[in-house]
């Protein structure tokens, strides 16, 4: 018997030469009922001994009637597929020998071959019109051995399956008219015996009808027509023509054969026949196993699916890995066999995957990523149709049972999910995925109508997982004992676990639902954990507000305080919540609590200074770092006092700024009492100690200690934020009251520290100027007959032994005001000396060449005192004064005519007058040429108004030229512009003239007949700027020098103060 499927979209054939078996339609199922989304139990997939011992002779059945050649992934061994049963089954060696035999004896089933004709492509044209009205004829040859491939090696005929097979095992398919590429879609069921003796056998015939020849003719388009209307006249009326054959053996398919098989011709003629495509499946019917003959197909491939999977999870649990979704290939082999043999179509095989997979996954622990394959195999195939009434109801209720299971799982995610494990995320990540997927589903929308969206359930879900999520947390942190204290830390412990979850809600979980569904989980967890922490924390408050609060419990309460800040820090935007947060305005309710926190804070600090200074032995922690252990512990103490302040930041503005006003104040408290503390401690360990160095050493490290805490208290502005504290408080507080009060505590305290610290300096530099003294005292009373750079050497090596230990042992900064210290010190001390010997001019050459050095030292190479710091308006006079005492006669002389040329080339008033003169050198006879050409301007000396000038010619200074006498100009009468013209010659060297201060000094006097001549002014030439002297040529055109006259100042005749010695002429 054989049945035809035919395509859905064409109509059915005139006529009908076989059984054929159409695809039924079901038209009279009823709207199925609504399904809500609550959970439901899903079905158990544990099957009774009386299910199993059924299911395990339907699946021994299946691998013992077995067809057509394997898969290339499947298993080829019978023997193997029979193992892995038993071993799925869980069955034992006797009762499985015993079960098989059983099967073994069973009737075979009714082998079949379901064989559908797709279409064709390319065949030939048979009729005048160049098209053919192809249609096949179909059937099973059996009991004749085919060698070889197709057709075979028989030889070729016509009509193979007319002549050869009978005509009511002959099926024929519709005909399609006029076509070269026709397409049919119909299923045949072909039965057949023996599989290694049967063969397939298709024929494709073109329908001839019975017509005129005019008809033909007028169907005719070209010469190819012509010749198949004369080939129609010798042929047979109404006889069909051949258009090709395929012939496959049975035993060489495999269950499922998908292909394009060529059309064979009979003869060589037209070898190019086309091609035809034919899908085969080798199915089974009348199957003797009772679950065949009793269950739907589709309910007993389910169940052997369920069991079979089940033990795929088992196994790899077992072996401690996590199933993949992949089936073993034994288990692959036996569910195709069973579904390819019970003809199973795709759609249901995917409805039994689906409901196995969704059924397992509530019990078994296996990926959720596997349902995604059903999932879109079933969307793909939906057709509500297709199903009876029972399995849409199986399918509505998997769909709502895994739903609630989903919901379930998402409900309590912080434990099923939770991030010590590495692939929590992805999991949740795919759960989510899943159900989404499926409640995009026709299905789901047809079946599970009134279900509400899924992004409102998850939500709904997560608000009450993350509320019952609350409740265990609190019970697990719930106090053995009771009472304040303790309820303080559970809640502490508590809301720290609060703010752990919401930052892993942040940073893990909100991206994968917001992108799986567009649900913030952050901001619904946030609101809902803020309103239980508010009301606890309130209640916690209120009951601790009516006691005394004890250090314990002011602690409990900070630590409180600062975990809701984190908390409260943690909020979403305004756009992401609603309303107002419980949380809002939290810092009151510990506003009675902030007394006792601003005391203990200073009070663990000052308990922490006293204990530092009174365990440091006041010895530097290295030769970079030069303060002791204590200056390290202050610095860490305030910098505690510090984050304490930023811990607290108190909201409201002008509290926060009395709060700061506190904590500054104990700071610079604080400092000041250290500096009392370290000094009394350093006093302490140099009390009876003999060496003064160690006294020295202390003394050292106490005022690097203040130095070091000076450092740490300018910091404080930028510690407490003062800058957006004067933000905060700006329209608060008067304009300058911040400016006034916090500025003026730290002005204060630095104040203080300094004046400590220029004490200790001051203490230290005292210790050294007494050496420093009595070291130039001796520089002056050494004898004569030592020379002034060994007499200097005590004093410099003192200094270098007292510097380089102070620098040794003080900070830069002290250093430098020690250096400034001995640097006035020792210039007092040098004036004080200086002033003492000026009439000595040893002592004062001592002394000079001490002050070279002592500036040398001081500087040292630029680690000591700037040049700006060195060169004070005391050192200058010194070093002035000096110079002078220090020099002989002639080099007084010298630097006097050096400082009047020098006054002679920056004046440039001739308010007393003017002399022009020429002057030149001549090498060759050694004599310097002057022309004294007239002079300009003088100034009327005699009561008549005028003066009687004349101008004096001398070269200075006189010791260098000894054996030149001054020349005169001729006296002129009544004359203040008197044109001299005269000509001067000096016979003189050249060496001498080059030397520094050498000058042609032209003095212009007024004549007096009975007193002494007046001075009109001077003028000063240097020599060695006179043309010739210089060079080796002798000079030519001599050029005019206009010199203004200029009166000796005071201080130049202050110069020669000092009495010369005769011997130095």
Known sequence: MATLLSHLQRRPPLVRQAIKIRRRRVRDLQDPPAHSTQEIEPPSHHLSPEERALLYEEALYTVLHRLGQPEPSHVREASELLLYLQEAFHMEPEEHRQMLQRVQKLEKPIFCLKATVKQAKGILGKDVSGFSDPYCLLGIEQGVSVQGGSPGSRRRQKAVVRHTIPEEQTHRTQVIEQTLNPVWEETFILEFEDISSSSFHLDMWDMDTVESVRQKLGELTDLHGLRRIFKEVRKDKGQDDFLGNVVVRLQDLRCREDHWYPLEPC??????????????QLIHKRRAPAA????PSYTVHLHLLQQLVSHEVTQHQAGSTSWDGSLSPQAATILFLHATQKDLSDFHQSMAQWLAYSRLYQSLEF????????ITSIEYQWIQGRLKGEQLEELAASFSSLLAYGLSLIRKFRSVFPLSVADSPARLQSLLRVLVQMCKMKAFGELCPDSAPLPRLVTETLRTGTTEWFHLKQQHHQPMVQGLLEAGKALLSLVQDVIGDLLQCRHTWN????????????????????????????????????????????????????????????RPGPTDRDGVLALDGFHRWFQPAVPSWLQKTYSVALARVQRAVQMDELVPLGELIKHSTSAVDLSTCFAQISHTARQLDWPDPEEAFMITVKFVEDTCRLALVYCSLIKARARELSAGQKDQSQAADMLCVVVNDMEQLRLVIGKLPAQLAWEALEQRVGAVLEQGQLQNTLHAQLQGALAGLGHEIRTGVRTLAQQL???????????????????????????????????????????QENFSSLLTLLWTHTLTVLMEAAASQRSCRLASSRLKIALQNLEICFYAEGCGLPPAALHTADFQALQRDLELQAASSRELIRKYFCSRIQRQAETTSEELGAVTVKASYRASEQKLRVELLSASSL????????SDPFVQLTLEPRHEFPELAPRETQKHKKDLHPLFDETFEFLVPAEPCLKDGACLLLTVLD??????????????????????????????????????????????????ARRVDPAEG
Not at 267 to 280: A, M
Not at 367 to 374: A, R, V
């Open 367 to 374: 990926p959720s990523s596997c349902l995604l394959h059903p």
């Open 267 to 280: 003869t060589e003629t037209y070898p190019d026949r086309g091609q035809c495509h034919l899908q085969f």
């Open 1007 to 1056: 004549h007096d007949t009975l007193g002494a001549d007046d001075l009109e002014g001077e003028a000063f030439l240097p020599l060695r700027s006179v043309p010739g002297l210089t060079g080796t040529e002798e000079p030519g055109e001599v050029p005019q020098i206009r010199l203004p006259l200029t009166y000796p100042a005071l201080n130049d005749k202050k110069t020669g």
């Open 292 to 295: 065949s003959r009793s269950q």
């Open 511 to 570: 991206k994968i639902f917001q992108n799986t569904l567009k649900v913030d989980l952050f901001s619904m967890a946030f609101v809902e954990l803020q309103w239980l922490v508010a009301k606890r924390v309130q209640d916690h408050t209120a009951a601790v507000a009516g006691s005394p609060v004890s250090p314990e419990m002011g602690e409990s309460l900070f630590q409180l305080y600062v975990s809701l800040k984190e908390l409260y820090q943690l």
């Open 939 to 946: 100034l009327p000396l005699d009561s008549n108004g005028s």
């Open 769 to 811: 100027e007494v050496g420093i003294a009595t070291h130039i005292q001796k520089l002056v009373g050494v004898k004569e007959s030592v020379l002034p750079e060994d007499a200097i050497l005590p004093l410099m090596k003192f200094l270098e032994v007292k510097l380089c230990y102070m620098n040794t042992n003080l900070v």
